[in-house]
C-alpha cells in the first residue's frame, strides 16, 4: 500500500458521521466514506503501519486441515456451479445434526434449515424478512455494525438494550423498557461481540418470555457458540416457549478460521425459515458451493476438535489480558468470543476512537474503538473502551503486548 488510508479521509461530522441512502437508512461509515466499516478501516491502517492487527476479528493460521482439503477436493471434482437455494443437502444433514449432538435440539434438514452467506446474510435475510416500517427491532448494546446497517435497510427503528460493565449482562429492567408492543424482533447476540460476555440463562428466559408478550420474533447471533472459556453455551431455542418464534443462526466462519469461506446457516420453525428463504433468494440466491461441503465436514469432527479450539483460544485470552494489563488498562475478562475490551480510562484516554485512529502509527497495533458498536447514548458511555482480537498466534499476541507496554510513554 502506498498511500496512508488514515491520511487521504477527511473526517466529516466527527468520529461516527452517517451515510443517507435513498431509503433513508442510515449506514455506519466509519470515517465518513459510504461502505466503509470500521474494521476494514483498522485493517487498512494495521496493514499501511505494518502494525499487530488485534482489531479485526479473523484468525491468523488455518484452520483443520481436513475441511481446507475437502474444499480443494470439492473443486478439483466439479463442485463448482450453483448450489441449491437452501444449500446442499449434506451441509443441511451436518447443521441439523451438529444441533442434536451438542444441544439436543431437533430441526428438520428439508425444511427447518438454510445455508446463507455467513452469519450476516441471515442476519439480514431474517430481519428484512420480518421487519419494516413502524416496527422495532430491539439489540442489545453495544451492537454488531451489520445489525444497524440492515435494521435501517428495512425501514424499522432499531431501538436497544445497554449492557453495562464490568459484567456486560442483560439487565431485567432495562430489558423490560425496551420492550414495546411494537417490537417486531429482538437480535440476542450471545457470546456477544464486543463485550465477550456469555448470557445467563435467566436472562435468556427473560428474553424469551418478553418476546412471548409482545408477539417478537427472536433471532439469535451464535457464530461465537464454540468459543467459550467456562459455562455451556445454551442455545435459545432450547428455552422453554421459544422454539416457535426463534431463528438460530450461526457460522463456520469462527469455528474453523475460515472467516474468508462465508457460508453461515439459520434454523428455525419451517414457516418462518420458509420466510427468510424467500428473502436470501433475492439477496444472493445461493452461496459457495465447495465450501458447503467442507463445512459438512467441519461440523462432524469429533469432540476433541471442539475442546482444542476453545481450550487454545483460552490460553491467548490470557496471554492478552496480561499484557492489557501491564499495559495499564482496566480488563474486562470476556467468558466467549475473541474479543477482549478493555477501557483506557486509568491510562488518561478518554477518547478511544482517537485513539484507535493512531495506535497503528503510534506503536504498531490495532484495535477497535467500542463507540463504534453504539448509537450516540452507548457511544458516549464507551468513549474510552477498546476491543482486542486474540485470535492470532501466541508469538503475534507476545508482541502486541510487548508494543502495548510502550503506550503510557506516548499518551
Ligand atoms: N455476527 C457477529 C456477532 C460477528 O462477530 C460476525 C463477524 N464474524 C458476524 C456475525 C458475521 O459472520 P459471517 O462472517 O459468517 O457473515
Ligand atoms: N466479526 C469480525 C469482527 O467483529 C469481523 C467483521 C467484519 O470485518 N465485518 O471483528
Redesign the pocket.
Known amino acids: 500500500m502506498t498511500t496512508d488510508p488514515h491520511a487521504t479521509q477527511a473526517a466529516p461530522g466527527g468520529p461516527r458521521p452517517w451515510a443517507r441512502t435513498a431509503r433513508g437508512a442510515n449506514l455506519l461509515g466509519s470515517d465518513g466514506r459510504l461502505g466503509i466499516t470500521i474494521f476494514e478501516e483498522v485493517t487498512a491502517l494495521a496493514q499501511h503501519h505494518a502494525a499487530i492487527n488485534l482489531g479485526q ?1 479473523f484468525p491468523d493460521e488455518d484452520g483443520p486441515r481436513e475441511i481446507l482439503d475437502a474444499a480443494r477436493a470439492a473443486i478439483a471434482d466439479g463442485a463448482n456451479q450453483y448450489a441449491p437455494g437452501q444449500g446442499l443437502a449434506v451441509l443441511r444433514d451436518a447443521i441439523a445434526a451438529h444441533q442434536e449432538r451438542f444441544y439436543g435440539l431437533a430441526v428438520d434438514p428439508q425444511t427447518e434449515v438454510i445455508v446463507s ?5 441471515s ?1 439480514a435475510a431474517a430481519i428484512l424478512a420480518f421487519a419494516g416500517p413502524g416496527d422495532e427491532v430491539l439489540t442489545f448494546e453495544p451492537f ?1 455494525d ?1 445489525y444497524g446497517a440492515v435494521i435501517g435497510l428495512s425501514g424499522a427503528t432499531h431501538t436497544t438494550a445497554p449492557l453495562s460493565a464490568p459484567d456486560f449482562q442483560p439487565d431485567a429492567a432495562t430489558l423490560e423498557a425496551a420492550f414495546t408492543d411494537r417490537t417486531r424482533i429482538v437480535v440476542v ?1 450471545n457470546p ?2 464486543p463485550t465477550g460476555s456469555v448470557f445467563r440463562r435467566e436472562a435468556l428466559e427473560l428474553i424469551v418470555r418478553l418476546a412471548e408478550r409482545h408477539g417478537a420474533i427472536i433471532v439469535t ?1 451464535e ?2 457458540e464454540h468459543l467459550r472459556f467456562g459455562a455451556a453455551h445454551v442455545p435459545v431455542a432450547t428455552l422453554p416457549g421459544a422454539a416457535a418464534r426463534t431463528l438460530t443462526i450461526s ?4 469455528t474453523f478460521s475460515v ?1 474468508g469461506w ?3 446457516w439459520l434454523s428455525g420453525p419451517a414457516d418462518l425459515v420458509a420466510q427468510v428463504r424467500t428473502v436470501k433468494t433475492f439477496l444472493t440466491y445461493t452461496s459457495g458451493t465447495p465450501f458447503q461441503g467442507a463445512v459438512a465436514v467441519g461440523l462432524g469432527l469429533p469432540d476433541e476438535f471442539y475442546d482444542s479450539i476453545a481450550s487454545t483460544l483460552r490460553r491467548k485470552r490470557d496471554l492478552l489480558g496480561e499484557g492489557l494489563r501491564a499495559a495499564g488498562f482496566e480488563v474486562f475478562e470476556p467468558e466467549g ?1 475473541f474479543f477482549t475490551m478493555v477501557d483506557a480510562a486509568p491510562l488518561g484516554i478518554d477518547d478511544a476512537t482517537a485513539l484507535a485512529r493512531r495506535l497503528p502509527s503510534l506503536i504498531g497495533v490495532a484495535a477497535i474503538p467500542v463507540a463504534m458498536f453504539c448509537h450516540e447514548d452507548g457511544a458516549e458511555r464507551t468513549r474510552s473502551m477498546l476491543r482486542f482480537a486474540f485470535c492470532k498466534r501466541f508469538d503475534v499476541i507476545e508482541e502486541g503486548a510487548r508494543r502495548l507496554a510502550t503506550l503510557r510513554e506516548h499518551v
Open positions: 476479528g452467506t455467513g452469519a450476516t446474510e442476519i454488531y451489520s447476540n456477544h461481540n447471533d457464530v461465537y457460522s463456520a466462519g469462527k472467516t462465508k457460508i453461515g468470543t
